[in-house]
DNA sequence: TAGTTTGTACAGTTTTTACTGTATAAACTA
DNA sequence: TAGTTTATACAGTAAAAACTGTACAAACTA
């Protein structure tokens, strides 16, 4: 085998086993191929360029080049002449990780939170109310320590996104680089 | 509205909320409702509960309860003198918020460990050979450099893993109960 | 301003995934 | 052992998602 061969083997498997674990950021395979492609590569692309590595259309390249800047694992780029949008990978993955808490985790976080303080207050309500018996009472009562029990881990887990995003998840788990060289 | 009504309605809006953020644990939305509804029942449920509750196959609730079970999410049950088999939703919710990152997150790492520890020292043999042009050369050069800035990564990624795995992480973000009442 | 180039909205198609119904194996019962 | 009950494998169908090609608006160029 030759050597660029070689070379290209190397990377290729590197690519494919982004492609089979991104769905961890909610993306698809071949969004996390054209990130692995664009990781390789040491220049910005525009979107004719990963069409043509990819023999994807333009349009897909689009979507999901979008859907990877939307939790920031790709940026725009410039370079002096090209009229064309450029994009690569963000170079500091450490910060992905982060951004895909502080994104994804903390909109869930915060739609949880909202609906749950929402229920407790109605079933808050409902349970002064004197007209429902006492079986449907005791039902109530169950669901608000349900409700509250969740609204406190939910409030962990907005302390945790908290923890990401401000860094000190670095204190406890400090960033060690080549450890094993 | 009536008492039952109004409770229902304050679980259903907690149902649907898990159903809309469950893709953060790689299941779908039905699974999610699956779920929920097991979650406000204070009682182990069985296959043929579940389809009465829900609307949907046997089948559909075997393979989902089975997903659900895979992340920890449910567990079984026994109940006196009941054959079919039960399954209660697992009631410590920060660890099943744990069992997904060694499960789910563990596996990542690992897979992309292996893969890059086999592309870097195919690379670092590359490097050695002395047929390969200097051009070809320099690119190998700059891929075992990224290759080893993302092996510290994931190396990184493992030891978060870690720390959630043995409960270190509650020192950062302490459980704290009740924190609004 | 007219003519290009570029990115994306949108509709249609292909592919994939979720879901159902039937068939069957395993476990239980009498 | 024969007869049930229960869970799931599997094949087929329905629904959803990914992907493509065309059309067009916005931005640029001359």
Known sequence: MEGHEKLEKARERI???IAQNI??????????????????QNEPL????MTEK??????????????LSDLKLVERAWKKGVRKDLYKVSDDWYQSFIDLFSIKW????????????????????LSKDPTVNEELQEEIKIDIEKLKYIRNYYDWLE????????????????????SQD
């Not at 525009?46 to 360029?49: E, P, V």
């Not at 903390?106 to 309500?125: F, G, M, P, Q």
């Open 159 to 178: 302390r945790l996104v908290d923890v990401f995003e401000d860094q000190k998840i670095f204190d406890l788990v400090p960033i060690m680089n080549d």
């Open 106 to 125: 903390r909109r869930s976080v915060t739609l949880h939170l909202v609906a749950i303080k929402k229920s407790l207050a109605e079933l808050e309500e």
């Open 46 to 49: 525009t979107l004719d360029d």
């Open 54 to 67: 990819l023999g994807m259309s333009k349009t897909s390249m689009s979507t999901s080049v979008r859907a």
């Open 15 to 17: 690519i494919e086993t």
């Open 23 to 40: 769905h961890l950021y909610g993306l698809v395979p071949s969004a996390g191929r054209q990130y692995g492609m664009m990781f390789f």
